[in-house]
């Protein structure tokens, strides 16, 4: 037994000094730059049970969407805007976090030399091959048949039926109501953004009453089946198939599943089979336009990468949107003055036109497009975009007091684009943890925001959130006073305490509010 035992232990001796050998060794070919360290990789299985399951615990868990809760920490911790994170098991792993500007443009604007890592983008693949996990010809191929329907006509769609999405769930849900209590405001904005996607993205005419009723064939509706998945969805990946009945829970994950799968299907098939071919300027007409397109001049896109595209459109242009737009709501109403600013703003600019604003009317809401900008610097929906070296390279740094540093990165190495480092970087953002949408009123870095990426992979939808945005947010302030709801348990609370409440976070596909308790008066 002892022998055993001896045996054993000289084993993981020897396991443990040949990783100790490994991790300095990549240390070293990285040029021994700073930054945390820890047992686990953040992307395996047991680091992500760990970091769900426990609380930060120094080189073994830096806690849940830790690159959010430091934000610029390690990088002022460093006294520069690069760090390394360098992970032991399952294998010696190293990431270098950048959160300077010209670093990150170099390696945005290099996709041959950084293209993306696409093994840390498989959970959004679960219902196929699309354009966020493809590179190379195949990316080419599907940004050809994704990016047409992102056009003019669409642009308008999507401002119109914003407002009037907004105006039914004043006429239709709130009424005459003079206030309106919402215990998180996220129950609003989520089916605001999904039925936003579902008639500018799908032709799908909603409602804030009729996807109530659950359709005939199905067990759950649209809505729900979109959000119980979106919200579950590294759960879905992560366990195999005989294990997604163990549970309700689990059940119901695996039942969004396949309701979505089928709700995608219906409308692929209602649309191909259509007696009439009407003139349409969703986004899933011209994706089924293209790739019928496609048919003469090259290959087709198949089911599986149409239901790959379509999932994608459903989560850009509903998760992040709401998830967003909660945010923001929930800052207004942390800051009153800046809400006060924004609603004389919108008064103004609905005085000179004494009537409701029209998509040509847009551009004029620049306070609106300013709450919206400040809101993604503060809350990214991604906390880093990682990409990966292809060759044996090196990026040059640009130090605070003005000299370079050249920075080894050899091939394989994930270099990821650290969003909140950036966001809250104090060299292009002055006061950055502070809610001031004015600084998008001047001129502003450009190069340090990223909740669109940049470059050639810069989000396709942009335009379609912006213009989302700005309508939820003018048409809203024009008709509410938003507040916190006030709640016997938080009484006294100072404002840290409350800012830290109302805009808590958890993980999801994006950076997700947990709870904003808000309450409405309608303005006189």
Partial sequence: MFTILSIVLSLLGLIFIQRLIELRRIARNIGNISGPRFLFSMTSIPGRLIQRSLPPIPYLNPGEVWTFRRKYQDFASSGQDF???????????????????????????????????????????????????????????????????????????????????????????????????????????????????????????????????????????????????????????????????????????????????????????????????????????????????????????????LMGNMFIFIIAGHETSAHALCFAFALLALYPDEQER???????????????????????????????????????????????????????????????????????????LHLPGIHYNPRYWKDPHRFKPERFLRDWPKDAFLPFNQGARACLGRRFAEIEGIAVITILVSRYKIEIKEEPEFAGETFEERYARITAFKEGLTLAPSRVPLVLRRRE
Avoid at 228 to 236: R, Y
Avoid at 260 to 265: A, C, E, F, S
Avoid at 361 to 385: C, G, K, N
């Fill in 342 to 416: 924004l609603y004389q703003h919108i008064k103004g600019v609905l005085s000179s036109l004494n009537r409701m604003p029209t998509y040509e009317d847009m551009s004029r809401f620049t306070h609106s497009l300013a709450v919206l900008y400040e809101t993604l610097r503060l809350f990214p929906p991604a906390t880093d975009i990682p990409k990966m070296a292809t060759e044996d390279t090196t990026l040059m740094a640009s130090n605070r007091d003005g000299t370079k540093t050249s920075i080894p990165v050899p091939a394989g190495t994930t270099v990821a």
């Fill in 83 to 305: 760090i390394t994170l360098i992970t032991a098991f399952p294998r010696p792993e190293c990431t270098i976090f950048l959160a300077d500007a010209d670093m990150i443009k170099e390696v945005t604007t290099s996709r041959a030399r950084f293209p993306k890592n696409l093994q840390l983008y498989g959970v959004v693949a679960v219902f196929g091959p699309n354009i966020v996990v493809s590179e190379g010809d195949k990316w080419k191929r599907y940004r050809k048949i994704v990016a047409p329907p992102f056009s003019e006509k669409n642009n308008k769609l999507v401002w119109d039926e914003t407002v009037n999405i907004m105006l039914d769930l004043f006429n239709n849900v709130w009424g005459d109501k003079s206030e309106v209590i919402v215990d998180h405001f996220l129950d609003i904005t989520l089916p605001t953004a999904l039925f936003v996607i579902g008639i500018a993205g799908f032709g799908r005419q909603v409602s804030w009453t009729s996807d109530l009723v659950i359709p005939p064939g199905h067990q759950m509706t649209f809505k729900d089946a979109i959000h119980i998945l979106s919200s579950n969805l590294i759960m879905k990946i992560l366990l195999p198939d005989w294990a997604q009945g163990a549970t309700a829970h689990t059940r119901k994950v695996h039942l969004a599943f396949t309701e979505l799968k089928q709700y995608m299907l219906e409308m692929a098939n209602d649309r191909r089979n259509g007696d009439t071919k009407e003139e349409r300027y969703d986004l899933f007409s011209g994706l089924l336009d293209a790739s019928q397109e496609e048919l003469e001049s090259g290959p087709v896109i198949s089911d599986q990468e």
